[in-house]
C-alpha cells in the first residue's frame, strides 16, 4: 500500500480544517480553534489502487508561515484552499503555490486549486471562471468544494492521489498536468 504525504495550504478561515476534518471522518465542524498543525492518516482505494494519505492540515495565520517551509518540503501533493466568499484569500494562495515552487525547485508539483465554501453561492466574490484561469495558468486541476455539504471533497483527494501518481510515473514529468482534469 502506498502512503501519500499530503499537504494543505490556505490562508487564515478558508476551510482547509473543515475539508481535511469532512474527508477523513464525514462530518462537519462549524466552530474551532485556528489550526497550528494536525495530522491525520486515512486508507482510501484510489483507481482500484488502496492508499494511505498522510494528511498535514497547517496553520494558515501568518504567525505560523515560518513553518512552511519544512511542510513543503516533506510534502508530495499539495491543496491550496481559498474562500470563494473571500477575495483576499484568493490573493493570498498565489505566493504560497510561489513557495511551493521554490521549495522543491521544481515547477511541476502535483497541487489543486481548491475554492472553497460553494454552498455560500450568494456570498461569492471569487468566480468559477476566476479560479479555473488561474488553475490553467499553473497547469493544475481546479475544483470548487463544500465542507459543509460534503460537495467534491472526497473528489479532491482522490486526485491530489491520482496527480502525486501521474507525476511519480517515468517521463511523468514532461508536461506532468497536461492532462489535467477541471472538476
Known sequence: MREYKVVVLG??????SALTVQFVTGSFIEKYDPTIEDFYRKEIEVDSS????????TAGTEQFASMRDLYIKNGQGFILVYSLVNQQSFQDIKPMRDQIIRVKRYERVPMILVGNKVDLE???????GEGKALAEEWSCPFMETSAKNKASVDELFAEIV???NYAAQPNGDEGCCSACVIL
Open 11 to 16: 490562508s487564515g478561515g478558508v476551510g482547509k
Open 50 to 57: 488502496p492508499s494511505v494519505l498522510e494528511i498535514l492540515d
Open 122 to 128: 450568494g456570498e461569492r466574490e471569487v468566480s468559477f
Open 162 to 164: 491520482r496527480q502525486m
